[in-house]
């Protein structure tokens, strides 16, 4: 799996060609759940954002966008296709070695077909970056994918009780959890809305 870790890797894949999670368009569940204005605006970070589709329609609905990946090809995309109507903050690093001046700065993290191309050795580690960069009250959107199990990834195998446990057990409560009927049709079926709250120390 430790291919997976190395940003050579990923740059690989982009320069072959090889992005099959690639719509080359937002995400339809996040453009309707944005559309009907079930989020409020706030300071969200997209972690492994690839090319930044998702990153950009987020902003174009006023929230205040950071867009991580650290593949240099995916960068490069998220730049050569900025919108002065979608403006971006655009890291290129590794999003485990995020600066620790980021902790509990942001009020989303958008979780979608990242946390299935990590090492599912990390994805404790995962649950950790998340926690430590979210506010008290902050929320993740997670677009769980691809729930059919299977060997071998990426992508890996996601499983709901896996992400339940993992974000319970670091003070996270299930507020939204639907089965999208507007998932891409190659996708229909093997994923899930997850949104998690993080609570506040007095909750």
Known sequence: MTEVNNPIFWEDVYQHGHTGW??????PV??????QGRFVPGKLIVLGAGRGHDAREFARHG?????????????????ELSDAAAPLS?????MFALPHVLDGTFDY???YMCYCAIDPSRRTEYADLVTRLLKPGGTLI?????????????PFYVSTVELFDLFRSRGFILIQHEHPRDSVERRRGREELLVFQKQTASS
């Open 22 to 27: 690639e719509l080359g368009e937002p995400t």
């Open 90 to 94: 655009i890291l290129h690093a590794d």
């Open 30 to 35: 996040f453009k309707r759940l944005l559309d």
């Open 63 to 79: 929230f205040d966008v950071t867009a991580a990946d650290f593949a240099l090809d995916a960068v490069r995309a998220m730049h």
């Open 109 to 111: 993290v958008l979780e």
């Open 142 to 154: 997670d677009l769980a994918y691809p729930l059919n199990p299977h060997e071998g990834g990426p």
